[in-house]
């Protein structure tokens, strides 16, 4: 059975730095693009970051270009997201996802799969 197991969420001041962990079992991890998204009270999940399952491609949303990056270690079953300049507008339940692919996939549709969140919470 597969899983999706996200971790690294915390409260941390405006300014500061986390990563986020995603570890997966179930599949052949390198086979499938990943993707992390997010999603804030009262509002609908939005796509944050992919990467395809070579890691060779990655896509960014526009909000978090300049501060995300994406990453994978296929030889651990792991996608990272590491978040620097944090601002409060970043809190949100963080959530990875496996693509039904090896591509790098923007929306949510295209995601088969999704682990339970991680909680981010950035004061001001």
């Known amino acids: 059975q597969e899983h999706l197991v996200e971790s690294g969420g915390a409260l941390v001041q405006a300014g500061g730095s986390l990563r986020l962990s995603c570890a997966a079992s179930g599949r052949t991890f390198s086979n499938y693009g990943m993707g992390w998204f997010r999603q804030a009270p009262g509002k609908e999940r939005e796509f944050v970051a992919g990467i395809s399952g070579n890691g060779g491609t990655t896509y960014y949303a526009d909000s978090a270009k300049g501060r995300f990056t994406i990453s994978r270690d296929n030889a651990k079953n792991t996608v990272y997201l590491r978040v620097i300049i944090l601002k409060p507008e970043d809190t949100a339940f963080y959530y990875c996802?496996?693509?039904?692919?090896?591509?790098?996939?923007?929306?949510?549709?295209?995601?088969?799969?999704w682990g339970q969140g991680t909680q981010v919470t950035v004061s001001s």
């Open positions: 996802a496996r693509s039904y692919t090896g591509a790098a996939c923007t929306r949510v549709s295209t995601h088969a799969n």
